[in-house]
């Protein structure tokens, strides 16, 4: 007889589980350009990523004097890599690096969301559910998105209800919540599926509920696609092994001829205030691996596959008296996937003399966030501009999208 404690409650097995009953009978999107059966993903970083240490502009005469010790260069230990002179990457992005010398990553520098304060949690909620300002957290755009890209074909037959996107982790980020069906897969579901547990629970509710044993069976399955028969749960969401495991799980979902089309994930710890140099290099290798991770494991998809790369706000121009930067504005973005024209820093830069800084202390955002998630949902899913106005962004019939960043 099972202790109390492995007795989850059907609440709980749904939870780990939900959604799979219907993935099987997600549809492929209509008007998707050229034909493609494209796969889109968003990885929300947490925290605030320091865009100036990221991809470094030095080229610009006064990076040094605001970064001191910090500064980067493109010469000697643990030296910056090259992008296009003007701009270079932090060492630890070598995977991008190559993506982008292959015309399949770019950089959109000195942007940021409409949102101009410097709190995490509003930040968050800005970035997260579509609107320019903060307190609306019952839907996210991508999940907006997905409610009103027109369906296609069905990938196999199968009741009404079509999941149509993925999120990873313990809970769905804002961003993919609401209406549309969503997937949902947390790594700690091989817990269950390496022990003995397992096969209990379905003994237990195989003869008391046949629907529920039927979801624990898929959600333990979809598990084991995620991860591999015999990888063990690794890390969290801020460490760089948990990022590049929930990467390659979620990867090879949607990799799956019937799998989901859409993913969100989010890595946590980007809030560097002190002792940045260690810290962020072990971050963006995690980040970097991530990348390299979607790429290995979805095969011939990568090449219909765009990956956006945000975050709430960037960080202070100057950095501050722990070897860290605080809350700022502007940062960058990164694009990956084959189906990315890339090979470009996408920038109208401001410069970093005093005088050009935002409030005469951050990075000055000069592009819209909102532009370049709509250019790519246009030009790859098909997506409605007026829809994107409406609907996903709410009130940003101003904000054109950008054109150009699908190859």
Same mark, same amino acid.
């Given at each position: *007889?099972?202790?109390?404690?492995?007795?989850?409650?059907?609440?709980?097995?749904?939870?780990? /589980?939900?959604?799979?009953?219907?993935?099987?009978?997600?549809?492929?999107?209509?008007? !998707?350009?050229?034909?493609?059966?494209?796969?889109?993903?968003?990885?929300?970083?947490?925290?605030?990523?320091?865009?100036?240490?990221?991809?470094?502009?030095?080229?610009?005469?006064? =990076?040094?004097?605001?970064?001191?010790?910090?500064?980067?260069?493109?010469?000697?230990?643990?030296?910056?890599?090259?992008?296009?002179?003007?701009?270079?990457? %932090?060492?630890?992005?070598?995977?991008?690096?190559?993506?982008?010398?292959? $015309?399949?990553?770019? +950089?959109?520098?000195?942007?940021?969301?409409? =949102?101009?304060?410097?709190?995490?949690?509003?930040?968050?909620?800005?970035?997260? /559910?579509? =609107?320019?300002?903060?307190?609306?957290?019952?839907?996210?755009?991508?999940?907006?998105?997905?409610?009103?890209?027109?369906?296609?074909?069905?990938?196999?037959?199968?009741?009404?209800? @079509?999941?149509?996107?993925? /999120?990873?982790?313990?809970?769905?980020?804002?961003?993919?919540?609401?209406?549309?069906?969503?997937?949902?897969?947390?790594?700690?579901?091989?817990?269950?599926?390496?022990?003995?547990?397992?096969?209990?629970?379905?003994?237990?509710?195989?003869?008391?509920?046949?629907?529920?044993?039927?979801?624990?069976?898929?959600?333990?399955?979809?598990?084991?696609?995620?991860?591999?028969?015999?990888?063990?749960?690794?890390?969290?969401?801020?460490?760089?092994?948990? *990022?590049?495991?929930?990467?390659?799980?979620?990867?090879?979902?949607? !990799?799956?001829?019937?799998?989901?089309? +859409?993913?969100?994930?989010?890595?946590?710890?980007?809030?560097?205030? !002190?002792?940045?140099?260690?810290?962020?290099?072990?971050?963006?290798?995690?980040?970097?691996?991530?990348?390299?991770?979607?790429?290995?494991?979805?095969? /011939? !998809?990568? $090449?219909?596959?765009?990956?956006?790369?945000?975050?709430?706000?960037?960080?202070?121009?100057?950095?501050?008296?722990?070897?860290?930067?605080? %809350?700022?504005?502007?940062?960058?973005?990164?694009?990956?996937?084959?189906?990315? @024209?890339?090979? @470009? +820093?996408?920038?109208?830069?401001?410069?970093?003399?005093?005088?050009?800084?935002?409030e005469a202390r951050d990075l000055n955002p000069t592009t819209d966030l909102r532009s370049v998630i709509k250019g790519v949902a246009v030009d790859l899913l098909g997506a409605s501009a007026a829809h994107l106005a409406e609907a996903v962004f709410p009130g940003s019939q101003a904000v054109a999208p950008m054109k150009g960043l699908i190859a």
């Amino acid at each position: *007889m099972l202790c109390e404690n492995l007795n989850p409650t059907r609440r709980a097995i749904l939870g780990a /589980s939900g959604a799979l009953f219907a993935w099987a009978f997600m549809p492929k999107f209509a008007h !998707a350009a050229q034909g493609r059966d494209p796969r889109f993903v968003t990885i929300i970083l947490r925290g605030a990523l320091d865009g100036l240490t990221a991809v470094p502009p030095v080229g610009d005469p006064d =990076y040094e004097g605001l970064r001191q010790q910090m500064t980067m260069h493109t010469a000697g230990v643990n030296a910056a890599l090259p992008l296009d002179g003007f701009f270079a990457l %932090h060492p630890s992005l070598a995977n991008f690096q190559r993506m982008f010398q292959a $015309k399949q990553a770019a +950089v959109v520098h000195a942007s940021a969301t409409a =949102y101009r304060e410097r709190s995490h949690f509003d930040g968050q909620d800005v970035l997260e /559910s579509g =609107y320019s300002t903060p307190g609306h957290v019952e839907t996210g755009w991508l999940n907006r998105l997905l409610e009103g890209l027109p369906q296609g074909e069905r990938i196999a037959p199968g009741p009404s209800e @079509r999941v149509r996107g993925l /999120s990873v982790g313990s809970t769905a980020p804002l961003v993919i919540r609401g209406k549309a069906p969503v997937l949902g897969w947390a790594p700690s579901i091989l817990k269950a599926a390496d022990g003995d547990l397992a096969p209990r629970l379905t003994d237990l509710y195989g003869k008391t509920d046949p629907l529920l044993a039927k979801l624990l069976k898929e959600g333990i399955e979809t598990g084991r696609i995620a991860s591999g028969l015999d990888v063990k749960a690794k890390g969290g969401a801020g460490d760089p092994d948990g *990022m590049e495991q929930m990467a390659r799980g979620a990867a090879r979902l949607i !990799a799956q001829e019937d799998g989901p089309r +859409v993913a969100a994930l989010a890595f946590e710890g980007w809030d560097t205030h !002190a002792q940045e140099t260690e810290r962020l290099a072990k971050l963006l290798r995690g980040l970097d691996n991530s990348l390299l991770a979607f790429q290995q494991e979805l095969g /011939s !998809a990568w $090449k219909d596959t765009a990956i956006v790369v945000a975050t709430e706000f960037g960080r202070t121009a100057r950095i501050n008296g722990t070897e860290g930067t605080d %809350h700022g504005t502007g940062t960058v973005a990164f694009l990956a996937g084959g189906a990315i @024209r890339g090979g @470009r +820093v996408i920038t109208d830069w401001p410069g970093l003399k005093e005088k050009q800084l935002f409030e005469a202390r951050d990075l000055n955002p000069t592009t819209d966030l909102r532009s370049v998630i709509k250019g790519v949902a246009v030009d790859l899913l098909g997506a409605s501009a007026a829809h994107l106005a409406e609907a996903v962004f709410p009130g940003s019939q101003a904000v054109a999208p950008m054109k150009g960043l699908i190859a």
